[in-house]
Structures are given as structure tokens and as C-alpha cells.
Nanobody, 115 residues
Framework: QVQLVESGGGLVQPGGSLRLSCAQS????????MGWYRQAPGKQRELVAE???????NYADSVKDRFTISRDNQKKTAYLQMNNLKPEDTAVYYC?????????WGQGTQVTVSS
């Protein structure tokens, strides 16, 4: 069973920054696409960013030029650097890994942007 553990969430003021991490402890990592999703209260879970095995990236329009997804295959960790955070970025952030037809999710980390 693939286990993904997110960390790095918290409370930050508008305009601030956070860096989320998603660590995988076992099994292959480098050959799979990693994604970050978020879910705000009362809303559906949405894609924030994803990075493929060859480091191609894709971002939601709402976070382009503010968020950066990256990966360290040696550490089996994916990152989401979030800059210029806005109140509408408040959500639980989840990382996932796509392995063919199987998709694995972390437990989520809360990000709250408020003054």
C-alpha cells in the first residue's frame, strides 16, 4: 500500500507563503505523476498542480504564477511552493499519486489564509 504524508500547512496572512511537502516512504516514486489537489468547505476537490515523471507541469489557472510544484525523486517527496497566498486559497490540500488505474491520496493538510 502506497502511503503519502503531507506536511507544511498552517495559518498564514494574505500575501504570505507556505511550502507543502508530500513524502512517500516505500515503493517506486520517480516514474509516477504526482498531483496536489485542494478542497474548500462546501466545494468539490480540485486540481491545483501536477508534475509528471519527466517534470512536465500543469497548473490550475487560479494558481499560475503563484504556486510551483516540484519533486525530489531521491527523497521520494513532492513539493508545492505557494506564494502570494489569498484567502480563497484556504482549503485542505491533498497530494496524490497516479499508478495506472490506481490513485493514492494523502491525509491532507489544512491551509488557512487569513488576517
Amino acid at each position: 500500500q502506497v502511503q503519502l504524508v503531507e506536511s507544511g500547512g498552517g495559518l498564514v496572512q494574505p500575501g504570505g507563503s507556505l511550502r507543502l511537502s508530500c513524502a512517500q516512504s516505500r515503493y517506486a516514486f520517480s516514474i509516477y505523476t504526482m498531483g496536489w489537489y485542494r478542497q474548500a468547505p462546501g466545494k468539490q476537490r480540485e486540481l491545483v498542480a501536477e508534475i509528471t515523471s519527466d517534470d512536465s507541469t500543469n497548473y490550475a489557472d487560479s494558481v499560475k504564477d503563484r504556486f510551483t510544484i516540484s519533486r525530489d525523486n531521491q527523497k521520494k517527496t513532492a513539493y508545492l511552493q505557494m506564494n502570494n497566498l489569498k484567502p480563497e486559497d484556504t482549503a485542505v490540500y491533498y497530494c496524490n499519486q497516479k499508478r495506472g488505474t490506481n490513485v493514492y491520496w494523502g491525509q491532507g493538510t489544512q491551509v488557512t489564509v487569513s488576517s
